[in-house]
């Protein structure tokens, strides 16, 4: 898809569902030229295979390759694997690898290296780790043939294989190291279309053009610079500037987003995002203190004016949730109990649960003022209804530290929901994703084996109206229980210019959409 020419006649939010474009004739790519690009915040590390928060799997989407990439549609398309078949049964995943494809350091990708990659990431890649539960076996009968066998038939298997979810490592590289101490981690190499070259911390991440990439002719540009600026209006300054030419969702303020879609020559699209359906809620820790009293829970639910929050704090950037999928994803129903905002419900909730005063430490998330913004929201809506609330101020890696080993009470985050509750769902509430030291997975401490055993069944289940039936009753008792307060289903359009061209190609978008993007000089 091109990105086009918004008609700005209209609310913005509105847009990103209903725009009306202007037509634009097919054109030719043009090789060379330089993408400045923002990235904010500053990613903590650039080893997607260890690090999957947003910022990573933007920059390093384009530096790594999973098996298969999906369209705007979900639809498997080729990435290192160039074909596959799946048996009769649903069983045996048979994927054939691309051949002559290299890593940035000359070595050749194999299926030594998926192998290797598959056992990596069952130990640092909490998603993955879920996701290839259901694999019985993995075999390489040759260098190009990798066979995946299964327990039993698991239909959303085809759709784990993007560049964020199954990120191939090299294993000549990692083999036999310390994963968390490896030099690499630093200076990525994989086998995608562009190639670390420098990381300036606060100032850039510098990627130049892969000469020996598999897509014959790609990628088109010479290099991306992620520009790095932490403060929210010099980004926006940036680019109304030509400093920067790509706004990936989510790097300038809400407040900021109508104004820059009207500049001349400038472009928004809300796609990019089917794959990830982002969703925002706030952990709770269902372990210890008052948030470990479902009342309390519950009365947090009440007490949050989320329509608030969508409508003023993201300028109708989003949807209020109903809880743990979101309704663009498979399965969703809004057949579950209601927390509309009701204060009074809140302090009733408060009252029976015993609350006598004791501190609540909230973690805004740090990544930028909209957020901050939120947070204090929160905070006054919380307070309004008798919580004692702490705010913690933390930057990105002290938040994923904190949240990774269970230290506070509340604490905001966003989601991706990978289109399926098997894959980007069940991770954040079965008890076997209870794991210290990881961010993404059931930080808060939720158990209930009832849960567990819907979410299981509802992954295997045939046919689909059978899964649709497990997981209407996964969500029901899920949003009774409130491990987590389920905030909005986020909107992040991405904002460029012009001139640049076909950026948005797939169903993650910016992150592995660098390779098909050119400049039109």
């Known amino acids: 898809m091109m990105l086009k020419k918004i008609v700005i006649g209209f609310a913005l939010a509105c847009c990103l569902g209903t725009a009306v474009r202007a037509q634009e004739p097919k054109q030719e790519p043009k090789m060379g030229g330089t993408i400045n690009a923002v990235i904010q915040p500053e990613p903590p590390s650039l080893m997607l295979a260890m690090i999957q928060n947003g910022p990573t799997q933007m920059v390093s989407g384009n530096i790594f390759e999973g098996l298969l990439r999906y369209s705007p549609k979900l639809e498997p398309l080729p990435g290192l694997a160039e074909s596959w078949t799946i048996s009769e049964d649903g069983k045996v995943y048979t994927f054939k690898l691309k051949p002559g494809v290299t890593w940035h350091d000359g070595k050749p990708f194999t299926s030594a290296d998926v192998l290797f990659?598959?056992?990596?990431?069952?130990?640092?890649?909490?998603?993955?780790?879920?996701?290839?539960?259901?694999?019985?076996?993995?075999?390489?009968?040759?260098?190009?043939?990798?066979?995946?066998?299964?327990?039993?038939?698991?239909?959303?298997?085809?759709?784990?294989?993007?560049?964020?979810?199954?990120?191939?490592?090299?294993?000549?590289?990692?083999?036999?190291?310390?994963?968390?101490?490896?030099?690499?981690?630093?200076?990525?190499?994989?086998?995608?279309?562009?190639?670390?070259?420098?990381?300036?911390?606060?100032?850039?991440?510098?990627?130049?053009?892969?000469?020996?990439?598999?897509?014959?002719?790609?990628?088109?540009?010479?290099?991306?610079?992620?520009?790095?600026?932490?403060?929210?209006?010099?980004?926006?300054?940036?680019?109304?500037?030509?400093?920067?030419?790509?706004?990936?969702?989510?790097?300038?303020?809400?407040?900021?987003?109508?104004?820059?879609?009207?500049?001349?020559?400038?472009?928004?699209?809300?796609?990019?995002?089917?794959?990830?359906?982002?969703?925002?809620?706030?952990?709770?820790?269902?372990?210890?203190?008052?948030?470990?009293?479902?009342?309390?829970?519950?009365?947090?639910?009440?007490?949050?004016?989320?329509?608030?929050?969508?409508?003023?704090?993201?300028?109708?950037?989003?949807?209020?949730?109903?809880?743990?999928?979101?309704?663009?994803?498979?399965?969703?129903?809004?057949?579950?109990?209601?927390y509309p905002y009701d204060p009074a419900k809140a302090k009733a909730l408060i009252k029976e649960a015993g609350y006598n005063g004791e501190k609540i430490r909230m973690m805004p998330l740090p990544y930028g003022e909209t957020w901050l913004r939120w947070g204090e929201a929160v905070k006054q809506n919380l307070q309004d209804v008798g919580l004692n609330i702490e705010t913690i101020a933390t930057d990105v890696p002290g938040s994923n530290q904190k949240i990774g080993d269970w230290d506070y009470d509340i604490a905001f985050t966003y989601l991706y929901q990978y289109g399926d509750p098997a894959l980007g769902v069940a991770r954040n509430y079965i008890s076997s994703q209870i794991a210290k030291g990881q961010v993404f997975n059931n930080v808060e401490g939720y158990s209930n084996p009832e849960v567990d055993k819907l979410f299981a069944e509802g992954a295997n289940a045939t046919p689909d109206s059978k899964r649709q039936e497990l997981y209407e009753k996964m969500q029901k008792i899920l949003v009774e229980d409130v491990p987590v307060a389920w905030m909005l289903e986020l909107q992040f359009p991405t904002i460029t210019h012009c001139k640049i061209k076909n950026l948005i190609t797939t169903a993650i978008g910016v992150n592995d959409g660098f390779r098909d993007a050119w400049i039109d000089k």
């Open 117 to 338: 990659s598959i056992e990596m990431l069952k130990q640092t890649h909490a998603r993955a780790r879920g996701n290839l539960a259901q694999v019985e076996k993995v075999e390489a009968p040759d260098d190009l043939t990798v066979v995946f066998t299964l327990k039993q038939p698991f239909g959303p298997f085809i759709s784990i294989f993007e560049v964020g979810s199954m990120p191939m490592v090299p294993k000549h590289l990692y083999e036999g190291t310390d994963y968390k101490t490896n030099p690499y981690n630093n200076a990525p190499v994989g086998t995608g279309p562009f190639m670390f070259k420098e990381w300036q911390k606060g100032s850039f991440i510098h990627l130049v053009k892969n000469p020996n990439y598999h897509e014959k002719g790609k990628p088109y540009i010479d290099d991306i610079y992620w520009q790095i600026i932490p403060d929210a209006a010099a980004r926006s300054v940036a680019f109304e500037t030509g400093k920067v030419d790509v706004l990936p969702g989510g790097s300038v303020e809400n407040f900021d987003v109508p104004r820059l879609s009207k500049l001349k020559d400038v472009c928004v699209t809300g796609a990019g995002w089917e794959f990830f359906s982002p969703l925002s809620w706030l952990w709770l820790n269902n372990r210890s203190g008052p948030t470990a009293n479902k009342k309390i829970r519950q009365a947090i639910m009440y007490a949050i004016d989320r329509d608030f929050a969508k409508d003023v704090i993201w300028n109708g950037l989003g949807k209020v949730a109903t809880g743990p999928s979101a309704s663009t994803i498979k399965f969703y129903t809004d057949d579950v109990p209601k």
